[in-house]
């Protein structure tokens, strides 16, 4: 299984939006609404921002959004802030029981 | 406060074997599948194994073949990843993940992961 393609970076000034694309296939993201999305500092554990393409888990602001057109996922985070710094990763589940993985974003707050 | 500890990484020579374990707690573990996932260094996320809540189901990453084995103990709040036959591009950090919807589709708890160095 291949991994989803995302670029390798991003930026925007505080208080803009970035958003992230997640590309993969008709076997993965286009085929299911399973694409999750991690936020990771160097160092740290991923911590799950979007699950089930646009779902926030509690806790998470509502400046993280998730959608999905075709075979491409995106996050936008809005109001950006330092904190949001970060590597990002999509994930989708892959059919046949397995999950993938893209090759992850870094943002950088400019 | 859901906790998710991982132990037993460490430095091993290509061939070997290594046992990680992860213990948790401050949730039902016996009801949630859980997952490893690995991180080489300076690399991408990558799942490796998945297991049901009582064992009945479980999914290896295609690119393992065989080579590593999922396990847990309900008993005991402990999963498990024993690899075998280990090689250098198995070096990675290795971290235990809670899945939300039991759908092998989203982790929202993870531990702090363990390092597993592969080498002569």
């Known amino acids: 299984q291949s991994a989803l393609t995302q670029p390798p970076s991003a930026s925007g000034s505080p208080g803009q939006s970035v958003t992230i694309s997640c590309t993969g296939t008709s076997s993965d993201v286009g085929g299911y609404n399973y694409v999750s999305w991690y936020k990771q500092h160097p160092g740290k554990a991923p911590k799950l921002m979007i699950y089930e393409v646009s779902k926030r888990p509690s806790g998470v602001p509502d400046r993280f959004s998730g959608s999905k057109s075709g075979n491409t996922a995106s996050l936008t985070v809005s109001g950006l802030q330092a904190e949001d710094e970060a590597d990002y990763y999509c994930s989708s589940y892959a059919g046949s029981n397995n999950l993938v993985f893209g090759g992850g974003t870094k943002v950088t707050v400019l | 406060e859901v906790q998710l500890v991982e132990s037993g990484g460490g430095l091993v020579k290509p061939g070997g074997s290594l046992r990680l374990s992860c213990a948790a707690s401050g949730f039902t573990f016996s009801s949630y599948t859980m997952n490893w996932v690995r991180q080489a260094p300076g690399k991408g996320l990558e799942w490796v194994s998945s297991?049901?809540?009582?064992?009945?189901?479980?999914y290896y990453a295609d690119s393992l073949k065989g080579r590593f084995t999922i396990s847990r103990d309900n008993a005991k709040n402990s999963l498990f990843l024993q690899m075998n036959s280990l090689r250098a591009e198995d070096t990675a950090v290795y971290y235990c993940?809670?899945?939300?919807?039991?759908?092998?589709?989203?982790?929202?708890?993870w531990g702090q992961g363990t390092l597993v160095t592969v080498s002569s």
């Open positions: 993940a809670r899945d939300r919807g039991n759908s092998l589709a989203e982790f929202d708890y």
């Open positions: 297991i049901s809540s009582s064992s009945s189901y479980i």
